[in-house]
C-alpha cells in the first residue's frame, strides 16, 4: 500500500496539455487525484470542483492533476462537455500508473476514487481512497494541504491561520 511518506511512483503518459512526468513536478506541491470514468455522474462533480478551487491550490503552491484509464481523446470530448477546466487530466490507458499507485481495479479496468499530496521531493505526504461511488471533499484536500505547508502539528478540525501545536 502507497502511504505517507513513501516515494510516489514516477510516471511518464501523455495528457490533455502533453507528455507529462512526475519529475516536472519536482520542487512544487502536488495534488494528484485518480477518478473512475469520464462522463460518469459522481466524477461530474469531481472535476469542476477541483478546477474551481485550482486558485486555491495555486495560492498554496501546488498543482493540480487528474488521471484515469480513459483516452486523451476522451479526456478532450469531456473536458469541452464540462465547459473547460485549467490542469490536465493524464490518460492512464495502459493502466500502469494505477497500478503503481496501488488503485487500479484491475476486473474492472478502472482506478479507484483517489487522491494524493506529493511534496516538493516527490513524498507522498497525504493519501485517500474511497469507493468509486463516492466523491471527494476538496475543501478537506486543501485543508490538509495547507497543514502540511504550515509546519507544525495540526489539532483535528485545524485550518489555515489558527495555531498548531
Same mark, same amino acid.
Given at each position: 500500500m502507497l502511504i505517507p511518506g513513501m516515494m510516489a511512483p514516477?510516471?511518464? $503518459?501523455? /495528457?490533455?496539455?502533453?507528455?507529462?512526468?512526475?519529475s516536472d513536478y519536482k520542487g512544487k506541491w502536488l495534488v494528484l487525484f485518480f477518478y473512475p470514468q469520464d462522463f460518469s455522474g459522481v466524477c461530474s462533480t469531481e472535476i469542476p470542483e477541483f478546477n474551481k478551487k485550482l486558485n486555491d491550490f495555486k495560492e498554496l503552491g501546488a498543482e493540480v492533476?487528474?488521471?484515469?484509464?480513459?483516452?486523451?481523446?476522451?479526456?478532450?470530448?469531456?473536458?469541452?462537455?464540462l465547459g473547460g477546466i485549467g490542469y490536465? $487530466?493524464? /490518460?492512464?490507458y495502459n493502466k500502469t500508473m494505477a497500478d503503481s499507485y496501488e488503485i487500479l481495479i484491475k476486473d474492472a479496468g478502472i482506478a479507484l476514487r483517489a487522491a494524493f499530496i506529493i511534496d516538493p521531493e516527490g513524498k507522498v505526504r497525504y493519501s485517500v481512497i474511497h469507493e468509486p461511488a463516492?466523491?471527494?471533499n476538496v475543501d478537506e484536500i486543501l485543508r490538509v494541504l495547507a497543514a502540511l505547508q504550515s509546519g507544525g502539528a495540526c489539532p483535528v478540525?485545524?485550518?489555515k491561520g489558527q495555531a498548531t501545536l
Amino acid at each position: 500500500m502507497l502511504i505517507p511518506g513513501m516515494m510516489a511512483p514516477d510516471f511518464n $503518459l501523455q /495528457s490533455t496539455k502533453g507528455n507529462i512526468k512526475l519529475s516536472d513536478y519536482k520542487g512544487k506541491w502536488l495534488v494528484l487525484f485518480f477518478y473512475p470514468q469520464d462522463f460518469s455522474g459522481v466524477c461530474s462533480t469531481e472535476i469542476p470542483e477541483f478546477n474551481k478551487k485550482l486558485n486555491d491550490f495555486k495560492e498554496l503552491g501546488a498543482e493540480v492533476l487528474g488521471a484515469n484509464t480513459d483516452s486523451v481523446y476522451s479526456h478532450e470530448a469531456w473536458i469541452k462537455e464540462l465547459g473547460g477546466i485549467g490542469y490536465p $487530466l493524464i /490518460s492512464d490507458y495502459n493502466k500502469t500508473m494505477a497500478d503503481s499507485y496501488e488503485i487500479l481495479i484491475k476486473d474492472a479496468g478502472i482506478a479507484l476514487r483517489a487522491a494524493f499530496i506529493i511534496d516538493p521531493e516527490g513524498k507522498v505526504r497525504y493519501s485517500v481512497i474511497h469507493e468509486p461511488a463516492i466523491g471527494r471533499n476538496v475543501d478537506e484536500i486543501l485543508r490538509v494541504l495547507a497543514a502540511l505547508q504550515s509546519g507544525g502539528a495540526c489539532p483535528v478540525n485545524w485550518k489555515k491561520g489558527q495555531a498548531t501545536l
